[in-house]
């Protein structure tokens, strides 16, 4: 009976390890943790297409619709279309941190066309024009 005892301690405290690993790993917890120290952070699950990647940078949330088409080779991510969770927090915000979250995502997906939502989709127009 204590053998058993022993044995159910042992593996409770082995399993609340595992648990403590897997929260500390866990990329959601790393997103958010990175969306309050307002630093760059990209969650993204590439083998699900259907599943949106989220983006902070500056504090500011944006997530990634990824769209399915063919290239010459394969089957992959030829478009994506990037918006905002709040536009309010977008003050500040400038073309190159707009470029630098462009060179992110088509450094993950090297085929896709990135499209904005507004407003951001008019400050890119009128910067690239320049």
Known sequence: MILLFRFVILAL???????AVKFILDPKRKLENAHEQK?????????NIRKNFLITYEGVMFEGEKYLGTTDRAFEVV???IFPHNKDL?????YEDFKFIEQEVKLRYPNAVIDWKSPIKELIEKNRNK
């Open 13 to 19: 405290i082995i399993y609340l390890f595992y648990i």
């Open 39 to 47: 630093r760059f952070f990209f969650y993204d699950v590439p083998d």
């Open 79 to 81: 478009s994506i279309f």
């Open 90 to 94: 977008l003050q500040g915000l400038s």
